[in-house]
């Protein structure tokens, strides 16, 4: 029996072992590119450099990161005489990952909503709003970008950059645009917020979105689900840790004093808890009935706001530290897992356009 890998040392490799171990399919290990940046081990196994394996040996490789990278992966295995890899896309991944989460009964899918109702009509896409975020400074997409029915651009920080084309700007009524370098999408959903009005919104990127069919959609505008998110990575050690590796630390305990400040210590200590647990909402996405949406709104960002005041030397005018974008990412974990934990939620799959 050959040895099998994942390539890949980040939250996505680390997801995709869980899966396939839970699948019943041993995996040595974690193989990447180079050391530099990765850890020496993962909960027990080792990541080690493509280079210090044996191509006579003919191991198989899952190779587990973003699209846009399989190509080059795939040239650094075939160059070195590896031939036997898979790469997971996004349809495998949301496969295998769903499996895992509903084997273990820790996340909810369509299909586990109560069923359509007999007189529900057609989906109303003029009921519903998702708002992609783009701005000045995006990177040209190599292909075309394909988003479910019901999306209209807005321009992110249109408040600080030059015009790009878009359906709405978040500068227009009441907004925070000119916030966005510490913001990110968020100025958007601020935006969304506070002057937008349809039964249902969201918020997608412009190279990325939640795979919304029209079955997601019916349910939401049939009011059968509150609100559909992104399926959330697994985090090593906890989430509030995976956070700290990649993002200044101390923003995390400044978000924390906000929280007790504008929520109270008991929601002080439901959100140490959920950070103590190892799911993460990455890239500040959802799609929710409008009450939802707008009462996350309402929760997270006199938050934000309170974690600019302490942060505020961590903040520099015109510099985009993207702190408050990030800490966006730790709030709609514990608002959906903590404040939120009587709403219908499901999770769909995570899209990339590149």
């Known amino acids: ?28 290990g974690y193989v990447v590119t180079r050391m530099e940046g990765n850890p020496s081990s993962i909960r027990g196994k080792a990541v080690v450099p493509i280079g210090a394996l044996d191509p006579a040996d003919r191991p198989k490789f ?11 992966i795939g040239q650094i295995l075939e160059a070195k005489g590896f031939h036997e890899y898979e790469c997971v896309d996004a349809e495998r991944e949301y ?25 529900a009509g057609a989906v109303r896409v003029r009921d519903l709003e998702i708002y992609v975020a783009k701005s000045a400074g995006d990177h040209p997409l190599a292909g ?18 030059s015009a790009v084309p878009a359906d709405f700007r978040d500068d227009e009524g009441e907004n925070i645009s000119v916030r966005n370098s510490h913001y990110d999408e968020l100025t958007v959903t601020y935006w969304a917020w506070k002057n937008r ?22 349910a939401l505008l049939d009011g ?14 906890d989430t509030g840790m995976q956070y700290a590796r990649y993002n200044r630390p101390e923003a995390v305990e ?47 960002f006199p938050v934000l706001a309170e974690v600019e ?18 800490l966006g990412e730790l709030l709609e974990t514990i608002y959906f897992r903590s404040c939120g934990i009587g709403l219908r939620v499901i999770h769909g799959k995570k899209v990339w356009f590149v």
Not at 4 to 23: K, N, P, S, W
Not at 148 to 160: H, K, S
Not at 309 to 326: A, K, S
């Open 144 to 161: 075309t970008a394909a988003f479910p029915e019901g999306c209209v651009t807005v321009q992110a920080g249109a408040a600080l950059g």
């Open 62 to 72: 899952f190779v587990a990161v973003p699209g846009y990278l399989h190509e080059e």
């Open 95 to 119: 496969r295998w990952m769903k499996e895992y989460y509903r084997s273990e009964g820790r996340l909810k899918f369509l299909e586990d909503c109560a069923p359509e109702a007999p007189e």
């Open 254 to 300: 400044a978000m924390l004093s906000a929280i007790g400040k504008v929520h109270g210590e008991k929601m002080r200590a439901s959100a140490e808890k959920v950070l103590k647990g190892d799911l993460l909402y990455n890239y500040n996405m959802l799609v929710a009935q409008a009450e939802v949406f707008d009462g996350y709104c309402s929760w997270m």
């Open 309 to 326: 005041r302490i942060c505020h030397d961590m903040l520099p005018e015109g510099v985009h530290t993207r702190i408050c974008g990030h």
């Open 197 to 218: 009005h349809p039964a249902v919104k969201g918020l997608f990127h412009y190279r990325r979105c939640i795979a919304l069919a029209a079955e997601e959609r019916r």
């Open 1 to 28: 029996m050959s040895l099998c890998y994942v390539y890949g040392a980040q939250t996505m490799a680390y997801d995709i072992v869980q899966a396939l171990e839970h699948a019943g399919q041993h995996i040595e």
């Open 224 to 237: 059968r689900v509150d609100a559909v998110l992104p399926l959330p990575f697994l985090c090593y050690p």
